[in-house]
């Protein structure tokens, strides 16, 4: 089993930052590809970045592409999404996941997730 623990949402305004990150605890950390998707109420859950185990890979959902980076910290365990320009389509809750598949953007392929945390993008 691994935990996921998401910090960092809240509420922003438009062209704005925010850093979430994504405490893991349980099995090794560094065995797991990690990424981040987003929902908002009566959608599907969305894509956004994914990350290799090592960190040295990572994969962007288009509409995230050069305002979102993904990073990790193997020796904290924790996974990062900084975002950057943010947009207020960009509101959502935000979700850590755990898996073992490369760059891969289909929740299918995460086997562990987090509670979520809240991001609010005002106009």
């Known amino acids: 089993q691994v935990q996921l623990v998401e910090s960092g949402g809240g509420l922003v305004q438009a062209g704005g930052s925010l850093r979430l990150s994504c405490a893991a605890s349980?099995?090794?950390?560094?065995?797991?590809?990690m990424a981040w998707f987003r929902q908002v109420p009566g959608k599907e859950r969305e894509f956004v970045a994914t990350?290799?185990?090592?960190?040295?890979?990572?994969y962007y959902a288009d509409s995230v592409k050069g305002r979102f980076t993904i990073s990790r910290d193997n020796a904290k365990n924790t996974v990062y999404l900084q975002m950057n320009s943010l947009k207020p389509e960009d509101t959502a809750v935000y979700y850590c996941a755990a898996g073992k598949m490369l760059n891969s953007g289909r929740d299918d392929d995460y086997d562990y997730w987090g509670q979520g945390t809240q991001v609010t993008v005002s106009s």
């Open positions: 990350i290799s185990w090592s960190g040295s890979s990572t």
């Open positions: 349980g099995r090794t950390f560094t065995n797991y590809v």
